[in-house]
């Protein structure tokens, strides 16, 4: 895949990019190194000043930051204005936050013979970032901004179809202050994440991405004894139960199918209805689907622009003919419109059945699937009979019922009657196929943290005869 900016709303290549040579990428790779250590020797204080102006000048160029991701990946410019802010707030979360999620954590010394006992929490060097397109901002400062914040500084190997963002990202942190290599844009193509993860100045990885991506980087990672973070697909269920509030559930179930144009691992994707709402819920559902407007991202009336690229488009369309072809039912959309750009229309599908691709597959876009089911037990085997586990809804208002669906869906997230989200203050993350580790809150902060035992006592004779090294 070039290294290029391609306009989704009109198939235009606007810029392309020569690949960085071996060279320079080992260049890259040893100034990282040296920032890192150069970073690690800054107060929390420092770092924080440093995020801060970087979030400045996310507010001061929002609107020049949101006109580029609209162009390069097609999300509205309204949304892309929101990505924007929600990064700038991520970045003062974690420069405010950072002193407490990093301090000596104290343990019982008198239990373990000790005059002081505590954790430590300290960097552990430069961390490789693949991130993918449809977040192309926020999947990159949620990785960096505690990084960073932490001591450790990023190698971000972007997804070729955004390298003005992916350069937009490096330079903001070097205009917000942090050393020359704290974090750097390596415009590489996927061959040579195997050599940058391989290079021992490189002590982890983070990626956002396909399964398939996410064992690639596993594999390697794991020859190298390295840690990783992975973020990978999800089928998100949004169940709704008898009890739901029907059209606030409808409403939701709107946005969170068609937000970033369908494109994001925690939208809802599989409706899960039980048959007493069914017929309800899913007249609602493809009325709202159907109202919403397709069409310029750049345009405020625009719900949904087009999809990232060509090829994401024919295989949503592929996944939608193949259940048609089988005996699903489509209620609105299922045909892409005539003309220039990659757009989809929002497209409700019902009559699933496993032999239907849309029945285990992710579908990434403005496409919705409605399973019926009969009762609490089948919603659950339902929404957890996939490989998938990232975020997961649950709507009803039945307190018991809550605190089932609460326990009972495999998910790393669950929302009940609200829309999955991700938040500076919660973990973020998934289980199953969709990974393992955590982004966000102090648990993303200290994924990338050697957690540091220290031990404290008078003497070497305190020990006393005997004694075990573990």
């Known amino acids: 895949m070039p290294i290029a900016t391609t306009n989704p709303a009109t198939g235009e290549t606007l810029k392309t990019y020569d690949p960085m040579s071996a060279e320079q990428v080992d260049a890259a790779i040893e100034r990282a190194d040296v920032a890192y250590r150069q970073l690690r020797g800054t107060t929390i204080d420092q770092r924080g000043r440093w995020l801060n102006a970087a979030a400045d000048l996310l507010q001061a160029e929002r609107d020049e930051i949101a006109r580029l991701m609209t162009t390069e990946m097609g999300k509205t410019y309204a ?17 405010a ?26 960097p552990i060097g430069p961390v490789l970032a693949v991130m993918p397109w449809n977040f192309p901002l926020w999947q990159v400062l949620r990785f960096a901004a505690p990084a960073l914040m932490a001591g450790n500084t990023g190698l971000l190997k972007h997804a070729s179809n955004v390298p003005q963002t992916a350069l937009l990202l490096e330079d903001l942190f070097r205009r917000a ?22 290079d021992p100045r490189v002590r982890a990885a983070t990626l956002t991405g396909s399964e398939g991506a996410g064992r690639s980087i596993a594999q390697i990672a794991g020859r190298e004894l390295k840690k990783t973070v992975l973020e990978l697909g999800g089928s998100d269920p949004f169940v709704v139960m008898p009890s739901a509030d029907l059209d606030r559930a409808a409403e939701v179930a709107t946005t969170a199918r068609c937000q970033n144009n369908g494109q994001s691992c925690i939208a809802a994707k599989r ?5 007493d709402v069914f017929d ?21 009336d625009t719900d949904v622009g087009p999809l990232a690229s060509e090829g994401g488009r024919d295989e949503i369309h592929a996944q939608v003919r193949d259940a048609v072809d089988k005996g ?14 990659w757009y989809y229309p929002p497209t409700v599908v019902t009559d699933l059945r496993p032999e239907m691709r849309m029945w285990s597959e992710e579908v990434f876009g403005p496409v919705a699937g409605l399973w019926r089911v009969s009762s609490y037990d089948e919603a659950i085997e339902v929404a957890n009979g996939t490989s998938f586990g990232l975020g997961s809804n649950a709507w009803t208002r039945d307190p018991e019922e809550q605190e ?8 790393g997230n669950v929302f009940i009657n609200g829309m999955t989200t991700s938040y500076p203050q919660l973990p973020f993350g998934g289980v199953k196929n969709s990974g393992y580790g955590r982004e966000l809150s102090a648990l993303g902060m200290r994924e990338f943290c050697n957690t540091k035992t220290v031990w404290v006592g008078e003497g070497a004779a305190s020990a006393g005869a005997g004694a075990h090294a573990e």
């Open 79 to 95: 949304s892309a204005g929101a990505e924007v802010t929600k990064c700038a707030t991520a970045c003062r979360f974690y420069a």
């Open 97 to 122: 936050k950072a002193a407490d999620f990093l301090a000596d954590e104290p343990a019982d010394a008198g239990a373990v013979k000790a005059t002081r006992a505590f954790v430590r929490y300290q």
């Open 177 to 198: 202050g942090f050393p020359e290599g704290a974090f750097t844009a390596l415009l590489v193509g996927s061959a040579e994440v195997d050599r940058v993860l391989s």
């Open 271 to 275: 409706f899960i209805v039980h048959a």
């Open 280 to 300: 309800a819920f899913a007249e609602a559902f493809a009325a709202r689907m159907s109202a919403l407007r397709v069409g310029d991202p750049m345009d405020p």
């Open 328 to 341: 699903a039912t489509v209620l609105c959309g299922g045909e892409p419109p005539a003309g220039p750009g």
């Open 404 to 411: 089932r669906f609460a326990t009972d869906l495999d998910a």
